[in-house]
């Protein structure tokens, strides 16, 4: 079993930064993909950013540019840098990684984008 931990969610101002974390523990051998996705009230879970373990990376159009994604493959952990955050990018962000084929998912942080 593997286990995600995200952190960094809150409430932040329209135009301001924040910075997700994920660590993977478990029974980890090598972790392939590792990244975010994110669901708003009413809306299905979409890809926001991923990145595999080689490196190379795809983002969502609506946040590339103002989101990067990168991971420590020594902590086993993936960030999110989230930067001119809009209203529209609220929602639970989730991580999730895959393991020898398998997938796996976080419990989710809310990340809300208010005046």
């Known amino acids: 079993q593997v286990q995600l931990v995200e952190s960094g969610g809150g409430l932040v101002q329209p135009g301001g930064s924040l910075r997700l974390s994920c660590a993977a523990s478990g029974s980890i051998s090598s972790i392939d993909a590792m990244g975010w996705f994110r669901q708003a009230p009413g809306k299905q879970r979409e890809l926001v950013a991923i990145i595999r373990s080689i490196g190379d990376t795809k983002y969502a159009d609506s946040v590339r540019g103002r989101f990067t994604i990168s991971r420590d493959n020594a902590k086993n952990t993936v960030y999110l840098q989230m930067n001119s955050l809009e209203p529209e990018d609220t929602a639970v962000y989730f991580c999730?990684?895959?393991?020898?084929?398998?997938?796996?998912w976080g419990q989710g942080t809310q990340v809300t984008v208010s005046a």
């Open positions: 999730y990684c895959t393991v020898s084929g398998f997938g796996y």
